[in-house]
Antibody, heavy 122, light 110 residues
Framework: EVQLVESGGGLVQPGGSLRLSCAASGFTFSSYWMHWVRQAPGKGLVWVSRINFDGRSSTYADSVKGRVTISRDNAKNTLYLQMNSLRAEDTAVYYC???????????????WGQGTMVTVSS | QSALTQPPSASGSPGQSVTISCTGTSSDVGDYNSVSWYQQHPTKAPKLMIYDVSKRPSGVPDRFSGSKSGNTASLTVSGLQAEDEADYYCSSYGGSNNLVFGGGTKLTVL
């Protein structure tokens, strides 16, 4: 079964750090671009970041640029999101998602994880 | 990058058709055919319904269709069913390696 499972969310104080993980299974992880998308409580979806299939290229939304780093370990079939200098407005469910494209990005997400909640509060 | 504009709500009776719009600019929707649509039921992860403006992934009913004209993309749901009641989000490549979502539309089946 094709599956993505996020972990690492939790409660963190403003200014703190957190690393999210996304374990992939059921497909050739190293062949796909991957993304992080977040959703604040009661709000819409917001794209956060993408990384190419071999991890050598990544891009970020302006709202997180400089505070967030996306990475991947293809040997472990795992995607990561390191988040630093967290703010209250980063509070959201964070989803990892697989790009529909094979070795190339189509910026469409065909497989989603169940999400992990990040709460930034003192 | 500003969010794409969607109506907050839409509704229709079972069996009817409903169309949800997604308005962007000439820098995103108008310039690229990378428009996608997602369905999200409460407390669930989003599900891809349409990609590349009008293509359906395997398993998505052909009651769902997409189109684009100028800076506005549209999702049409025909033959509305109770299980279609959900939030719908559009997205588009926005240039400069950005991707932008719409604010979402809550579809109610009356």
């Amino acid at each position: 079964e094709v599956q993505l499972v996020e972990s690492g969310g939790g409660l963190v104080q403003p200014g703190g750090s957190l690393r999210l993980s996304c374990a992939a299974s059921g497909f050739t992880f190293s062949s796909y671009w991957m993304h992080w998308v977040r959703q604040a409580p009661g709000k819409g979806l917001v794209w956060v970041s993408r990384i190419n299939f071999d991890g050598r290229s990544s891009t970020y939304a302006d709202s997180v640029k400089g505070r967030v780093t996306i990475s991947r370990d293809n040997a472990k079939n795992t995607l990561y999101l390191q988040m630093n200098s967290l703010r209250a407005e980063d509070t959201a469910v964070y989803y990892c998602a697989r790009d529909l494209g094979y070795y190339d990005t189509q910026d469409a997400f065909d497989i989603w994880g169940q999400g992990t909640m990040v709460t930034v509060s003192s | 990058q500003s969010a794409l504009t969607q109506p907050p709500s839409a509704s229709g009776s079972p069996g009817q058709s409903v169309t949800i719009s997604c308005t962007g600019t000439s820098s995103d929707v108008g310039d690229y055919n990378s428009v996608s649509w997602y369905q999200q039921h409460p407390t669930k992860a989003p599900k891809l319904m349409i990609y590349d403006v009008s293509k359906r992934p395997s398993g998505v009913p052909d009651r769902f269709s997409g189109s684009k004209s100028g800076n506005t993309a549209s999702l049409t749901v025909s033959g509305l069913q109770a299980e279609d009641e959900a939030d719908y989000y559009c997205s588009s490549y926005g240039g400069s390696n950005n991707l932008v979502f719409g604010g979402g539309t809550k579809l109610t089946v009356l």
